[in-house]
T-cell receptor, first 114, second 111 residues
């Protein structure tokens, strides 16, 4: 069974530029999560999708971050414009449901904002 | 509000030692607790998942225990090896089913 796929693996941009990350969850997983992990900290949930609907985006900085999951499969996370403090690893995870099921994580995208 | 703490923040041990990593959480009403391993610049690898009704889980040299009433979990690593060097994260699921992560323990096993 293929795992969660993410791209790109690394991205370096200058502040005020835009960037987008892509995630392909495990086949059949209804729930998709985006986490932000700042160096030295644990991952923090940004947004949770159940199929193509948003379940929780309470910690998403909506003035600059946006995410979508068209057709309930792949998802993209966008930052526009980026700030220095957005430098982090962005992790995507998926699970079969939106309850307490185990989440499976992708390799992450490391973003550096200069 | 659920908070998860991991102690120590960093640990360095000689190869072959048995060691214990600690995770504590403030709200005992959890659904499950999971231990992850993270190598530098990489994603999370699941090690052990303990459901709230369970007391422990074992996989190879790893054993994780859960004491919900005291808000604690420990990850025991037997006969540590240099390949065990990584950051170990614990996460709990509670309330709205979100994973709440600790800040991790950076482990270095010296050859």
């Amino acid at each position: 069974e293929a795992g969660v796929a993410q791209s790109p693996r690394y991205k370096i941009i200058e502040k005020r530029q835009s960037v987008a990350f892509w995630c392909n969850p495990i086949s059949g997983h209804a729930t998709l999560y985006w986490y932000q992990q700042i160096l030295g900290q644990g991952p923090k949930l940004l947004i949770q999708f159940q199929n193509n609907g948003v379940v929780d985006d309470s910690q998403l900085p909506k003035d600059r971050f946006s995410a979508e999951r068209l057709k309930g499969v792949d998802s993209t996370l966008k930052i526009q414009p980026a700030k220095l403090e957005d430098s982090a690893v962005y992790l995507c995870a998926s699970s079969t449901g939106s309850g307490a099921e185990e989440q499976f994580f992708g390799p992450g995208t490391r973003l550096t904002v200069l | 509000k659920q908070e998860v703490t991991q102690i120590p923040a960093a640990l360095s041990v000689p190869e072959g030692e048995n060691l214990v990593l600690n995770c504590s959480f403030t709200d005992s009403a959890i659904y499950n607790l999971q231990w992850f391993r993270q190598d530098p610049g990489k994603g999370l690898t699941s090690l052990l998942l303990i459901q709230s009704s369970q007391r422990e889980q074992t996989s190879g040299r790893l054993n994780a225990s859960l004491d919900k009433s005291s808000g604690r979990s420990t990850l025991y690593i037997a006969a540590s090896q240099p390949g065990d060097s990584a950051t170990y994260l614990c996460a709990v699921t509670s309330g709205t089913y979100k994973y709440i992560f600790g800040t991790g323990t950076r482990l270095k096993v010296l050859a």
